[in-house]
């Protein structure tokens, strides 16, 4: 079987500390989503969240850009 791991409740982060990691506002995460840059997931009460991985993949192409 691949090195695969369920997902823990660390790799999902709120608008505000994956805006902390990326060092933009929460607006501007909320823009990368509705452009289609990085996926939200959303809590049953509706509360976006995003992967950990994808903040860090979404900034490691914008420094290689």
Not at 33 to 43: D, M, P
């Amino acid at each position: 079987m691949p090195n695969e791991r369920a997902e823990s409740p660390d790799d999902l982060l709120s608008s505000g500390v994956a805006a902390a990691i990326a060092g933009v506002s929460r607006d501007t995460i909320k823009r990368w989503e509705r452009n289609g840059q990085i996926k939200a997931l959303r809590t049953p009460s509706n509360h976006r969240r995003y992967r950990r991985g994808d903040v860090e993949a979404l900034l490691a192409i914008q420094a290689s850009a």
